[in-house]
């Protein structure tokens, strides 16, 4: 199964339960904001971080009738079909996964960037507060959903075994194997499962309310087609969603590019970037040992 989100703006109320519940699986600092930091108004922190995953925009839109309306949608990495951040990475940081996502090992990040540049949706971010930065992003709770299993203990304090038969355990269960966001979310704006199964989903609610839905589902096909499907009221445009990216993915771009680029010149560029990665390897290993010096002494 290839895992997507299926995300109904028009059913988000803006109560950023989700945000919480990523800040919170991911044990993510919390940032220092402003009341009216950006054009989103409402809208805390203002973009995407190394320490923000998830974040839900507040979007003033006009209703043709002089007045505005708020409309809420979320950012997040967006598990590209064919990501052009694993494409663009030297060292295989980040790699595409059977079931959709892009997994991130921090072992290989080199802190080069290039993922940032590559991503067309601007999500990849620099750990800009530490000397030695790497990349973070959302990583569809991969790990979650990965280990994900019935506790022995309740939050009554009670056995799961005394309070729970086998029907309710695989409730549980399935409700452990959703991204913490999508748990959260009291209105039922998101709904994660298989991709095609959304892709009917969300075709179905267009059909059955015309007059409610854009007749566009994005990320159906945008930049050669997302994981995280959106459904809106209004434009996408209007709702911060980058509107110029077309159907092709970006590693189709550089593929045919790379192609005639010296097999030499690309060597000598892995060459330095494990020569990066071994240096910095070795200053985090002196630091280590550094501090536990300290411990001991």
């Known amino acids: 199964m290839s895992r997507a989100v299926l995300v109904d703006t028009t059913l988000c109320t803006g109560c950023r339960g989700c945000q919480v519940a990523c ?23 203002a973009k995407l971080s190394s320490d923000t995953y998830s974040l839900v925009t507040f979007n003033e839109v006009e209703d043709g009738k002089g007045g505005l309306n708020w409309v809420f949608a979320r950012k997040q990495c967006m598990h590209c079909v064919e990501p052009s951040c694993a494409s663009a990475c030297l060292v295989g940081a980040l790699t595409k996964q059977p079931d959709g996502s892009i997994a991130y090992d921090e072992g290989k ?6 993922c940032q540049l590559a991503c067309p949706f601007g999500v990849p971010a620099l750990e800009w507060h530490k000397a ?16 994900a299993e019935v506790p022995g203990v309740l939050n009554e304090g009670h056995s799961t075994e005394d309070v729970l038969d086998e029907e309710k355990k ?3 269960l399935a409700a452990r194997k959703r991204p913490a966001c999508v748990v959260a979310c009291p209105t039922g704006a998101l709904r994660h499962g298989d991709r095609d199964e959304l892709l009917v989903e969300a075709r179905k609610r267009i059909y059955q309310n015309p007059g409610k839905y ?4 994005y990320g159906e096909k945008e930049a050669g087609g997302t ?11 209007k709702i911060g969603m980058p509107m110029h990216l077309g159907e092709r993915s ?6 045919a590019a790379l192609g005639v680029v010296a097999p030499q010149i690309l060597g000598v560029g892995a060459l330095l970037g ?12 002196a630091e280590a040992d550094g501090a536990g010096g300290e411990e001991r002494s």
């Open 109 to 114: 990040c080199i802190g080069c960037r290039y």
């Open 227 to 237: 994981a995280w499907l959106y459904l809106s009221a209004v434009p996408f445009g």
């Open 23 to 45: 800040k919170e699986e991911n044990r993510n600092r919390p940032e220092k904001t402003r009341f009216f930091a950006g054009p989103g108004g409402y809208q805390n922190p």
């Open 250 to 255: 970006y590693p189709s771009y550089t593929s």
């Open 170 to 172: 695989a409730r549980h």
């Open 214 to 217: 854009v007749s566009h589902i």
């Open 274 to 285: 494990g020569f990066y990665w071994f240096t910095r390897r070795r200053d985090r290993v």
């Open 132 to 147: 030695i930065a790497l990349i973070r992003k959302c990583d569809f709770c991969s790990s979650r959903i990965r280990q």
